[in-house]
Nanobody, 112 residues
Framework: QLQASGGGLVQAGGSLRLSCTAS????????FDWHRQAPGKQRELVAT???????DVADFAKGRFTGSRDNAKNTVYLEMNNLKPEDTAVYYC????????WGQGTQVTVSS
């Protein structure tokens, strides 16, 4: 089970750090993705955090967002800086393996 947290209301230019913690099992062997879905829009990929610890982010997030993981804490992170109103969405983490598990999402709202 994945628990996403860290969302909230922030002004444009602000920062948030999202966390995704696995309550069962170790995250060590899995890749994790962060997706987001804004109202009326399709869910889109934001970042991939690889088993190695490296991460890739979508073009719209480059230079602003960073994905990371702490295997000892069984947690994956999405650090978001210089947030923009268009970043407003529900953010989801997911674990990719033989099966895909999704967390429940955390709301991020960026005011202008």
């Amino acid at each position: 089970q994945l628990q996403a947290s860290g969302g909230g209301l922030v002004q444009a230019g602000g920062s948030l750090r999202l966390s995704c913690t696995a309550s069962r099992g170790s995250i060590n062997s899995y890749r994790f993705d962060w997706h987001r879905q804004a109202p009326g829009k399709q869910r889109e990929l934001v970042a991939t955090v690889w088993k190695s610890g490296g991460a890739d982010v979508a073009d719209f997030a480059k230079g602003r967002f960073t994905g990371s993981r702490d295997n000892a804490k069984n947690t994956v992170y999405l650090e978001m800086n210089n947030l923009k109103p268009e970043d407003t969405a529900v953010y989801y983490c997911s674990r990719w393996g033989v099966r895909i598990y999704w967390g429940q999402g955390t709301q991020v709202t960026v005011s202008s």
